[in-house]
């Protein structure tokens, strides 16, 4: 039996005006003829895609921020302590982040970008799962890093995380550098660390573009990202947020589904 959902179907929705469907089939019915019109569709995803893979979400009751108050970046580059901490937090998470595998979520925006429907996809997860799932890697544009890599914050020099382990666990410390000495640190933008600029302006140019913004499994909450689905919709696109909790944009959107995204979005998986 299907879960039921909470959709709405026109913007400015109120309370009342919600309909609680017996099942999500309104949903993608509407979210398809949404599709079906559109000629240029940006996918911009946040963490709720990717939970029903293993990888556990951030602010939610029980997300990572609650049992680990996040580290800014001015304390990982200020103390060794705090390098030492984020990478034991890294390698702690590393079996649910090495055995999470594309979702239903991420297949079917994988098909929406294989049929050119999407160009590319905006995404606010480090997971790399977009990648995995059939996106081309300089078609996922990454507004806060991916996590699945290590980068010298002095050199910009790549380093594989099988390499940073090995270092971590025959010393206990982070490593730093061989070539200039600087922090390793995972590919991630961490609280009070620059956005990544180019992909910032590719965003942003790709929502000015689009005529269908998807904004899905994103709390909508951490700027300056999140005023990507207001520039769409300020720039004439439809806006459909499909996500299991509201948002502070729900009532801007020409669609609005709280469900289960999988299930939501398994029907526009290409076979």
């Given at each position: 039996?299907?879960?039921?959902?909470?959709?709405?179907?026109?913007?400015?929705?109120?309370?009342?005006?919600?309909?609680?469907?017996?099942?999500?089939?309104?949903?993608?019915?509407?979210?398809?003829?949404?599709?079906?019109?559109?000629?240029?569709?940006?996918?911009?995803t946040g963490a709720g895609i990717s939970t029903e893979c293993?990888?556990?979400?951030?602010?939610?009751?029980?997300?990572?921020?609650?049992?680990?108050?996040?580290?800014?970046?001015?304390?990982?580059?200020?103390?060794?302590?705090?390098?030492?901490?984020?990478?034991?937090?890294?390698?702690?998470?590393?079996?649910?982040?090495?055995?999470?595998?594309?979702?239903?979520?991420?297949?079917?925006?994988?098909?929406?970008?294989?049929?050119?429907?999407?160009?590319?996809?905006?995404?606010?997860?480090?997971?790399?799962?977009?990648?995995?799932?059939?996106?081309?890697?300089?078609?996922?544009?990454?507004?806060?890093?991916?996590?699945?890599?290590?980068?010298?914050?002095?050199?910009?020099?790549?380093?594989?995380?099988?390499?940073?382990?090995?270092?971590?666990?025959?010393?206990?410390?982070?490593?730093?550098?061989?070539?200039?000495?600087?922090?390793?640190?995972?590919?991630?933008?961490?609280?009070?660390?620059?956005?990544?600029?180019?992909?910032?302006?590719?965003?942003?140019?790709?929502?000015?573009?689009?005529?269908?913004?998807?904004?899905?499994?994103?709390?909508?909450?951490?700027?300056?990202?999140?005023?990507?689905?207001?520039?769409?919709?300020?720039?004439?696109?439809?806006?459909?947020?499909?996500?299991?909790?509201?948002?502070?944009?729900?009532?801007?959107?020409?669609?609005?589904?709280?469900?289960?995204?999988?299930?939501?979005?398994?029907?526009?998986?290409?076979?």
């Open positions: 039996m299907e879960q039921s959902a909470a959709v709405t179907l026109s913007g400015r929705p109120s309370a009342g005006e919600y309909m609680i469907a017996s099942d999500v089939e309104t949903a993608r019915r509407r979210l398809a003829a949404l599709i079906e019109a559109a000629s240029v569709v940006l996918p911009f293993g990888i556990p979400d951030f602010r939610s009751p029980g997300g990572v921020w609650t049992k680990n108050a996040p580290i800014p970046f001015d304390e990982f580059v200020a103390s060794r302590e705090r390098r030492d901490e984020a990478w034991r937090r890294r390698f702690a998470m590393e079996t649910e982040f090495a055995a999470a595998r594309p979702g239903r979520g991420h297949l079917a925006l994988a098909s929406l970008y294989r049929a050119g429907k999407a160009p590319a996809v905006v995404t606010q997860n480090i997971d790399n799962l977009h990648q995995a799932s059939g996106v081309a890697a300089e078609d996922v544009v990454e507004l806060h890093g991916n996590t699945t890599y290590a980068l010298c914050l002095g050199c910009g020099l790549r380093y594989e995380l099988a390499w940073v382990k090995q270092r971590f666990t025959a010393s206990g410390h982070a490593p730093d550098c061989p070539d200039c000495g600087g922090a390793v640190k995972t590919a991630t933008v961490s609280f009070g660390q620059a956005m990544p600029e180019a992909a910032m302006r590719r965003a942003e140019a790709l929502t000015r573009r689009c005529d269908l913004f998807l904004a899905i499994g994103s709390s909508l909450v951490v700027w300056p990202a999140a005023g990507f689905p207001l520039l769409a919709k300020r720039g004439g696109a439809k806006l459909v947020i499909l996500n299991r909790e509201p948002t502070e944009f729900d009532d801007a959107a020409d669609l609005v589904v709280h469900a289960d995204i999988g299930s939501v979005l398994a029907p526009f998986v290409a076979h």
